[in-house]
């Protein structure tokens, strides 16, 4: 009978999340209250979720998939860190004393996400705004292309270069799902000078680079204008608050509905906006490099460089932990 292998940090940690969730709906929250509606439509979709985490025993980065209504292959990084972020907020706040329902005020919510997309909105061209759903699904879905099976599809590509010549590249270029290394392989087969091949590919990438930059720009510019925007609900807020000074007992009420505008503000752009369009910068960067590595690669196969030498080459794109399963295939080819 085969042993059962050990829980791996990342089940304990989760494990642990789940024990927060109970405590958190078992003895911080009352009974009763907006905190029922909170949880059903948060905490058990996510409880249910990270309970059928646990049975799984080995979680690999192309083996993990989360179904969230039509989000499908989501980064777990970014769904965790936004759940971690306003647990972390609900339960502080709890702790404190306070209850849900003072933080559900739906008119702050309305000013502040109203007015910072309209913000947005008059800020960026329609060309622009039209690619937000882009922008979202790079924030949100793991990357499809990985270094290590794009070095290893040039390398097997390049020996079938050396030995049957490029032409005998065109059916797997017309095949290939990359457009960037279809392009590439398309103007090796067509006999492109070197030269042109690198300045078009250059153009390619920088134009792909600017669409990411304004995936990012786009999260930047609400993660401005939030807090300003929670600041002009707060001012509104008081502004009600001081036209109303006939009845004393309802100020304090009055003034803390008026707060939670900059709240709402604050929070959505240091928890969701910023980090969003860091996460973008992120991605856009490792697309950059990918894009590098396939352009170096298609310059070698070109150049007829030897499939090993280009191995190691496009090696050195690679982050440090990920050159161990590279370099193992190396040597298994020098073997053979």
Do not use: C
Not at 11 to 16: E, F, K
Not at 49 to 69: D, P
Not at 271 to 291: C, D, E, W, Y
């Amino acid at each position: 009978m085969r042993a059962k292998a050990a829980l791996s940090p990342l089940t304990i940690w989760t494990s642990d999340i789940i024990g927060a969730l109970n405590y958190l709906n078992e003895t911080i929250t009352p009974a009763k209250g907006a905190h029922v509606t909170l949880i059903r439509m948060f905490v058990l979709p996510y409880y249910t979720l990270f309970v059928t985490w646990l049975q799984i025993e080995k979680i690999t980065l192309t083996h993990r998939r989360l179904y969230l209504g039509v989000v499908y292959n989501v980064d777990l990084t970014t769904i965790i860190g936004m759940i971690i972020g306003l647990l972390a907020l609900i339960i502080g706040y709890l702790l404190d004393g306070g209850h849900l329902d003072a933080l559900f005020v739906i008119s702050s919510f309305i000013i502040v996400i109203g007015t910072t997309a309209g913000a947005v909105i008059v800020s960026f061209p329609w060309s622009q705004l039209k690619e937000f759903p882009q922008a979202v699904k790079m924030a949100v879905k793991e990357p499809k292309d990985e270094p290590e099976a794009i070095i290893e599809e040039i390398v097997e590509m390049a020996t079938i270069a050396r030995r049957e010549g490029v032409l005998a590249l065109e059916q797997k270029a017309v095949e290939n799902p990359n457009p960037f290394l279809k392009d590439g392989l398309m103007m090796v087969v067509d006999g492109t000078d070197p030269e042109l091949t690198r300045q078009i590919l250059e153009l390619e990438m920088d134009s792909i680079e600017n669409r990411h930059e304004g995936y990012a720009k786009i999260f930047e510019s609400a993660g401005g204008f939030a807090p300003t925007m929670g600041i002009l609900g707060t001012v509104m807020g008081l502004i009600h608050v001081l036209g109303n000074l006939e009845a004393p007992e309802t100020l304090g009420p009055a003034i803390a509905v008026a707060f939670s505008a900059t709240l709402y503000g604050v929070g959505s752009a240091n928890v969701v906006f910023l980090p969003v369009a860091s996460k973008i910068k992120i991605r856009g960067k490792q697309h950059m490099t990918n894009l590098e590595l396939m352009l170096e690669g298609i310059l070698a196969l070109q150049a007829g460089e030897n499939p090993q030498l280009i191995r190691k080459k496009l090696t050195s794109f690679l982050h440090s932990s990920k050159k161990k399963t590279v370099e193992a295939g190396d040597s298994n080819g020098e073997e053979r």
